[in-house]
Structure formats: C-alpha cells, structure tokens
C-alpha cells in the first residue's frame, strides 16, 4: 500500500465520520477538516463519543478496540480517521 492510497482510505473514513458525526449531532456539519476537533470544537461528551464509535462500526464494518483507543486518537477527525484506517 503506497501513500496514496492511504490518503485516500483516509479520506473515504473521512467523509464516514463526517456523516457519522451528522447524524450523531443531528446537524448538517458543512465546515469540518481534519483538523477539526471533536471535543473543542464540536463539543462532544462521552456520551456522543460513544455513540459516534458505534455508528461509525457500523458505517465501516469494523470493531473498535476500545483498549487501543487512546485520548489522543479523539483530538480531531484527522487522528480518528488515521486510528481507524489503522484498525481496518
């Protein structure tokens, strides 16, 4: 696998966790990178958290291990897209 695909893994997973984050926050998302953070600038809580792992295990047909998934892995859309792409 070269960069390339993985970029374009990563923006696939991307665009998932955008949709994911929609119908979790039950809001049209228009502004959102990789750079944007889940809990300071869309405000997520735990709660929100988990429900976003779940759906986003159901999107991509995947499990989360939650005993790899690390605080800094839920900083931004871009470091949950690379832990995920990472699980696959």
């Known amino acids: 696998m070269n960069a390339t695909t993985v970029e374009t893994g990563n923006e696939q997973i991307v665009s998932v966790i955008v949709t994911a984050l929609e119908e979790v926050l039950r809001q049209e998302l228009t502004d959102i990178t990789v750079e944007t953070r ?10 929100s958290v988990l429900a976003l792992l779940m759906t986003l295990e159901d999107a ?6 939650p ?14 897209a690379a832990f995920l792409a990472e699980s696959r």
């Open 67 to 80: 005993e790899s998934l690390e605080q800094a892995h839920l900083e931004s859309v871009g470091s949950l």
């Open 38 to 47: 889940l809990f300071d600038d869309l405000n997520l809580d735990s709660t």
């Open 60 to 65: 991509l047909d995947t499990q989360v291990d």
